[in-house]
Structure formats: C-alpha cells, structure tokens
C-alpha cells in the first residue's frame, strides 16, 4: 500500500495568515499516460463528510475558493490556504488515488491561533 | 445534483454481520463512468477506503478487510449494498458511501452513518 504522511498533524494560524500542510506518499502517484498526479485533498468539518477541495495535486474543484491552491510532484505535495479564513478550520486530509488500495493521510487539524 | 444516502443498523453485536445500504439520486449507478464506494472512519480518527463496486458487478475490496467484505448492488432500487462479517469493536466507525470517478476521484459522499459494534 502507498502510504501517506502528513505534517504538521496541527496547525494554529492567524485570521488572514497563510497556512501550509504538506503529504508526503510512499511512493511516485504521478500517473504517465495523463502525466498528472493522482492525489487528492479533502476538507473534513465537524459532523460532516470530507469534502473534495483538490484532484490531480492541483485541480481545484467547482466553487472552491481561489485562496485554495494544491502544489507539487512526485511523492511531495502541498495544500495552501493563502489567507486564512474562520470557515476553513477543519481537518484537511490527502488520498492518493493512484494505486488500489487508495489511501489517506493521517489528518492536519487546523485552527485559529 | 448527485446526492447518497445511507441507511442501516446503528448497533450491531460483536461477531454479526454489519449491513449497510447507499441510496443513490441524481445519477444512476449503472453510470459506467464510476465506482461506488465505501469509506470508514473510526470517531476521531482517520479515513480508511473499504472498495467500491462497478455498474458490472466487479469489486475491489481493501485487502486489509477482503476476507470480511461484500460490496453488492442493486439497480432497480438504485442502490448498492455494504456487508461485513465477524465485526468486533475495532468496526466502530462511520460508514460513508460515494461516488468515485474512474480517475479515482471521490465525490460526492454520503453523511455518513455511525455503527457501533457492542453487545
């Protein structure tokens, strides 16, 4: 299995603060027929479901804000939330989806300092 | 809009079986261009991806849980199916279903629901 790994497993920023979680997988998810990376990024909100920000490392989906953005290549990946609002504490937690058994990250927590 | 539901036991006892069930709406799950998924997660903890079944009635199950696991649908109701055998307590979790894209990309998912395993 691909394993994921997340750091920080918490983070603390200031209202309109950037906020970086990296993902670190096991093993290259970059898929060579499209060339793009299968690696996704969720947000997951107390009591609800994951919620998908990000596919291909960088894709942002519909009606995700701008302040979004997905970087990376190869096994090292990056969410960045650039200017930190209070609706985006969360958990964020990264999947690849380049190999069955798809997998996750361990979760970054994040909040307001 | 696409929108799953789950449905199912929210208690079942140690060494039963835990069945669970997906309702699917705005979309049919004979759609060829996805997977229907199953995704757990014990409370507080993390997501672990349990496998998915296609329109065909082919599966992939997590190897992790194989042995335990059947993923089964039904298209006249629009619906696809959980079961897992021999639970103990470390089956504690949240069981959400959704929709995976042949790409691999998970959305949507259901609410999820909670089962617990206890006598």
């Known amino acids: 299995d691909i394993v994921m790994t997340q750091s920080p497993d918490s983070l603390a920023v200031s209202l309109g603060e950037r906020a970086t979680i990296d993902c670190k997988s096991s093993?290259?998810?970059?898929?060579?027929?499209?060339?793009?990376?299968?690696l996704a990024w969720f947000q997951q909100k107390p009591g609800q479901p994951p919620k998908l920000l990000i596919s291909?490392?960088?894709t942002r989906e519909s009606g995700v804000p701008d302040r979004f953005t997905g970087s990376g290549s190869g096994t090292d990946f990056t969410l960045t939330i650039s200017s930190l609002q209070a609706e985006d504490v969360a958990v964020y937690y990264c999947?690849?989806?380049?190999?069955?058994?798809?997998?996750f990250g361990q979760g970054t927590k994040l909040e307001i300092k | 809009q696409v929108q799953l539901q789950e449905s199912g036991p929210g208690l079942v006892k140690p060494s039963e079986t835990l069945s669970l069930t997906c309702t699917v709406s705005?979309?049919?799950?004979?759609?060829?261009?996805?997977?229907w998924s199953w995704i757990r997660q014990p409370p507080g903890r993390g997501l672990e991806w349990i496998g998915y079944?296609?329109?065909?009635?082919?599966?992939y199950y997590n190897p992790s849980l194989r042995h335990r696991i059947t993923i089964s649908l039904d298209t006249s109701k629009n619906h696809f199916s959980l079961n897992l055998t021999s639970v103990t307590a470390a089956d504690t979790a949240f069981y959400f279903c959704?929709?995976?894209?042949?790409?691999?990309?998970?959305?949507?998912w259901g609410q999820g629901t909670l089962v617990t395993v206890s006598s």
């Open positions: 093993q290259s998810v970059l898929y060579s027929s499209n060339n793009k990376h299968n």
């Open positions: 705005g979309d049919s799950i004979s759609n060829g261009d996805y997977y």
């Open positions: 079944i296609y329109y065909s009635g082919s599966t």
């Open positions: 999947q690849q989806y380049y190999s069955t058994p798809y997998t």
């Open positions: 959704a929709r995976e894209a042949l790409g691999g990309r998970i959305d949507p």
């Open positions: 291909w490392a960088s």
